[in-house]
């Protein structure tokens, strides 16, 4: 009986043993698992400030992206206006040597004018 004895407190020392192992490593993986989760809060903490500093970000860019197109469309806008006044100009200046051009003309009629005025003064006064 005693050899009976014997061998069961051996097999209840190799169970609590066997217990006292698996329960150190249930505990060395539970420390494991906290470890992950404490790095996956930092993980996911990071991310939320990354995420929140492009939300930032990208509402500034959409802010400064309406400016410019503000801002292009009032230069649009002026690029037109000087388009118009430079075929306005371009007009007036095509109409001026246009005009320019018939000046000698003019100055040759006026002259034949002036000449035929005299012929005739001179003409009325003789009579």
Known sequence: EIDSYQQKQEDLNSQLK????AHALSLSE???AREARENSALELSAFKEAHAALESKSTST???VKELNA?????????????EK???FNDLQTMTME?????PEL???EQSANEALESLQTNYNST
């Open 18 to 21: 066997e217990i006292k192992d």
């Open 99 to 103: 005009q320019s051009k018939l000046i």
């Open 30 to 32: 539970l420390n494991e």
């Open 71 to 83: 801002t292009i469309s009032e230069k649009d806008k002026a690029i037109q206006e000087l388009e």
């Open 107 to 109: 100055q040759e009629r």
């Open 62 to 64: 959409s802010s400064k």
């Open 86 to 88: 430079l075929v306005t």
